[in-house]
């Protein structure tokens, strides 16, 4: 892994499966990845919460690279 992954999935998402991202995470190398999941998020994540989590992800990779 050559940086930082943060992978945030809606747990309601009909176009992505959550399941998929479990997988995805499952194979990945060893490395700074976190995965978090919204219970109630769809696809749009667009709640303020879900918002703010999004903008913690990509501070956390921007401050790495």
Known sequence: CHGPIRILQGMCDTAVP?????????NMPPGDIQ????????????E????????QALSDILKVI
């Not at 959550?18 to 499952?26: K, Y």
């Not at 995965?35 to 667009?46: A, P």
């Not at 303020?48 to 903008?55: E, K, S, V």
């Open 48 to 55: 303020p919460q879900q918002q703010a989590a999004l903008t």
């Open 18 to 26: 959550w399941q998929q991202s479990v997988q995805l995470l499952e």
């Open 35 to 46: 995965l978090q999941l919204f219970k109630n998020g769809d696809h749009r994540l667009n």
